[in-house]
């Protein structure tokens, strides 16, 4: 619960005056409820009364049929001003909430970021999100909002009715359903737990089976695939019916409150009739309130089916919320003239050395070149001078601070990797430049693509409203490169890291894009894993990547 209770707090924090107001509606709603029907119930056993007794000439009528039209009226406007108040600022923390969390995502180490699964990880978030978006809606604020309320009641009746009318309500709408919600909820954790892996690996494969269908096919394992899908689809139904269940009894027990507590108003108001301590129509407003505060209670059934949700999805979401309040950027302040330094490096996996240690020296304009054997660990020296790994022995120095010890955000700001996977998403080509920089001009955009030898290619096919699909589809791998390594240059890094670059590319489409990009970044220094003689020929110095010694010419 205490996760949950940071996220209600980080929530509350995003708007407290408008949910402050909306509670305050809320409150306004549940207590003018009480109001219209406590004073119907006066009203209509008062007119009975005065009619019997031969007054009903002489009862004013006026006054409590004007105050019923207004409180009808007013409780309507306040529903409304209630709703637009707690939904507006709910949307709004939730919009806020996922930005939150996915800049947390890219505070995560990177061989953690390297476990994730796009599609597991989307769908994470987003169930998440949707689970906590009604966590004060449905959950806080009703809660909140009907407790006040049954205290306000309970003194109220203290003063107009009896004081044992008013603790038979305050009571048994305090303690009865409070009681209900735990141990409802104790009974609900395990269908909701259920309920909620079953959606979250139904949507998974739902993802998988979509985007994987050709290759499925192609193998034959699309059925059994599409099988367990469903199956997975099927399990989350029948854990939810499980809960739908509990929430039926959960609604049955409530009724029942209410009918014992009115039952318990009804009997002790007539035993004060009868006294003489009272008369009929104050007798009225203890019964008819007690049926008016059933509202007040009604949202525990709701809360009970989500809490489990809620709960779970606040476990998972808080470890990566507090991720990303927890590393602000931090400025790289100029040492040793923005140098990359590495002395002595190496990592170790399992106690064994990936490569021999490496020593190298690079600084604004130059450009050194990583060459090695495939798998000699040239990939890896460029995420140890981003930061992405600590090195087991020696140190990496970028502006004479460690990169591994600075925030993503920071180190980002100043270096661009190039891996050898490409990344593009399914939109237009500008749109994935301006991932890069996303206030540059079109002409900023071209000059970039003219850099790399792309410019010519695409403007006879829709220019930079070309249309990609998923992963670049609609680009050769070459052009797919060149698009990458274009969206680098619109960074204008300190310090380019790149692997393989021409990969894909022709020996004189590769030693045009080396030069364009050189002449794009002039003052930039240049990392470069290669093996190809078109990238070492820009080389300020080689360094030789192997398992025996690293060697620099």
Not at 448 to 471: F, H, I, K, W, Y
Not at 529 to 545: F, L, Y
Request: overall charge positive.
């Amino acid at each position: 619960m205490k996760d949950l209770a940071s996220i209600i707090l980080t929530i509350l924090n995003a708007d407290r005056r408008a949910f402050a107001r909306g509670f305050a509606l809320a409150v306004t709603v549940l207590a003018m409820g009480v109001a219209l029907l406590g004073l119907s119930g006066w009203f209509i056993v008062a007119s009975a009364a005065a009619g019997m007794a031969g007054m009903g000439i002489l009862f004013n009528v006026f006054a409590p049929s004007a105050m019923v039209r207004f409180l009808a009226l007013g409780r309507t406007a306040a529903r409304y001003g209630e709703r637009v108040l707690t939904h507006d600022a709910t949307l709004r923390a939730v919009s806020d909430l996922r930005v939150s969390l996915l800049r947390g995502l890219l505070t995560k180490p990177h061989r953690a970021l390297e476990r994730l699964r796009a599609n597991s990880e989307l769908n994470r978030i987003t169930a998440d999100t949707e689970a906590l978006d009604g966590v004060l809606l449905r959950l806080v604020i009703p809660a909140a909002a009907g407790g006040v309320t049954i205290m306000a009641v309970a003194v109220t009746l203290w003063i107009l009715v009896h004081p044992s009318v008013a603790l038979i309500i305050g009571g048994g709408y305090l303690v009865l359903p409070t009681a209900i919600f735990f141990i409802g909820q104790r009974i609900a954790k395990s269908p909701a737990r259920l309920s909620e892996a079953a959606l979250q690996a139904g949507r998974s494969r739902m993802i998988d089976l979509v985007s994987g269908r050709d290759d499925l096919s192609v193998f034959g394992q699309l059925l059994p695939v599409a099988d367990q899908t469903i199956d997975a689809f099927n399990r989350g139904s029948m854990a939810r019916e499980r809960l739908e269940s509990i929430e039926r009894r959960t609604g049955l027990a409530l009724d029942m409150v209410t009918a014992i507590v009115t039952t318990g108003c009804l009997v002790v108001g007539v035993d004060l009739v009868q006294a003489g301590e009272i008369n009929p129509a104050t007798a009225a407003i203890g019964v008819f309130a007690s049926l008016a505060l059933a509202e007040a209670v009604a949202p525990v059934r709701r809360a009970l089916s989500e809490i489990g949700r809620m709960t779970q999805a606040a476990r998972r979401v808080r470890p990566t919320l507090d991720e990303a309040q927890g590393n602000p950027d931090l400025p790289i302040v100029p040492a040793n003239g923005n140098r990359l330094q590495m002395e002595a490096v190496t990592l170790e996996i399992a106690g064994r050395p990936l490569f021999a240690p490496v020593t190298l020296d690079l600084g604004p304009g130059e450009t050194v070149v990583l060459e090695g054997a495939s798998g000699s660990g040239k990939s890896t020296v460029l995420l140890l001078a981003i930061g992405a790994f600590s090195p087991t022995k020696g140190q990496v120095r970028y502006a004479g601070r460690d990169p591994a010890k600075l925030p993503v955000s920071t180190v980002t700001e100043e270096a661009v990797l190039v891996p050898q996977r490409h990344a593009l998403i399914a939109d237009t080509v500008a749109a994935n430049l301006r991932l890069a920089a996303p206030g540059a001009s079109d002409e900023t955009l071209w000059r970039a693509l003219d850099a790399v030898c792309l410019s010519e290619t695409l403007r006879d096919r829709g220019g930079l409203q070309l249309r990609l699909g998923p992963r670049g589809a609609g680009l050769s791998g070459g052009e797919a490169r060149r698009l990458v390594l274009a969206r680098a240059i619109l960074r204008d890094p300190a310090l380019m890291l790149l692997d393989e670059p021409t990969e894909g590319l022709d020996d004189t489409a590769a030693r045009q894009v080396m030069t364009g990009l050189r002449k794009a970044c002039p003052q930039a220094a240049f990392l470069i894993a290669a093996h190809r003689s078109a990238e070492k020929e820009h080389a300020d110095h080689i360094v030789r990547i192997s398992t025996s010694r690293a060697t620099k010419r």
